[in-house]
């Protein structure tokens, strides 16, 4: 299947400062992906869409002033957490779609461990 | 999309089948059953996905009642390495490079020994 890459996969960083995770599909075009965030035992919660070439769309009570979302080419799109606080700490996971695939299933990749000191 | 009940947690004899129930009595006509499994600290992997027929693939098969209200996916020998949550997740098909996911709690499956 299509593959879907994070960087970094964990980080930690001090209260105040911005963090900006990537995400990259490695073998196909995606002009759209997705950003989930996972607290400890919960279950994964869409953040918003990032679409290649304009504004994300963000999901009800997700700031986007605080989590920048930016999708400059068709194979990457970044979240900045900007002004990271404790409470941001989390497990952030993105995934896209293959328009190779007939299946209109999500890739996923392997997420990034954001711990803020 | 129509929302989705499955039991928290569930145990399964290694070798055994595993078969995880989903509830999705609003399902739609037109809205697919598409189930996702997450492995501790990875990202979601697809497994399977169907409208009304059983479906059958290398990782699993997907039974659907007759009146789509419930499904159930099935792991024919489980391994210790099938160990994760299961996500049931109905939508509506896209033809934008698929689209996002609503995730419910799952079922945390353990393969015992």
């Known amino acids: 299947g299509a593959v879907v890459s994070q960087h970094p996969s964990w980080v930690i960083c001090k209260s105040g400062t911005s963090v900006k995770i990537e995400c990259r599909s490695l073998?196909?075009?995606?002009?759209?992906m997705f950003w989930y965030r996972q607290f400890p035992k919960q279950s994964l919660m869409l953040m918003a869409t990032s679409n290649e070439g304009s504004k994300a769309t963000y999901e009800q009570g997700v700031e986007k002033d605080k989590f920048l979302i930016n999708h400059a080419s068709l194979t990457l799109s970044t979240l900045t957490v900007t002004s990271a606080h404790p409470e941001d700490s989390s497990f952030y996971i993105c995934?896209?779609?293959?328009?190779?695939?007939?299946?209109?299933?999500?890739?996923f990749g392997p997420g990034t461990r954001l711990t803020v000191l | 999309d129509a929302k989705t009940t499955q039991p928290p947690s569930m145990d399964c004899a290694e070798g055994r089948a595993a078969n995880l129930p989903c509830n999705h009595s609003t399902i739609s006509g037109n809205e697919y059953v598409y189930w996702y499994r997450q492995i501790h600290s990875q990202g979601p992997q697809y497994i399977i996905h169907?409208?009304?027929n059983n479906e059958t693939n290398e990782m699993a098969s997907l039974i659907i009642t007759e009146d789509r209200k419930s499904s159930t996916l099935i792991l024919p020998h489980a391994t210790l390495r099938d160990t994760a949550v299961y996500y049931c997740?109905?939508?509506?098909?896209?033809?934008?490079?698929?689209?996002?996911?609503?995730f419910g709690q799952g079922t945390e499956l353990s393969v015992k020994p």
């Open positions: 169907g409208l009304k």
């Open positions: 995934s896209a779609g293959d328009p190779r695939s007939s299946y209109n299933e999500q890739f």
């Open positions: 073998d196909f075009q995606a002009t759209t």
């Open positions: 997740i109905v939508r509506r098909p896209t033809y934008n490079q698929g689209g996002k996911l609503i």
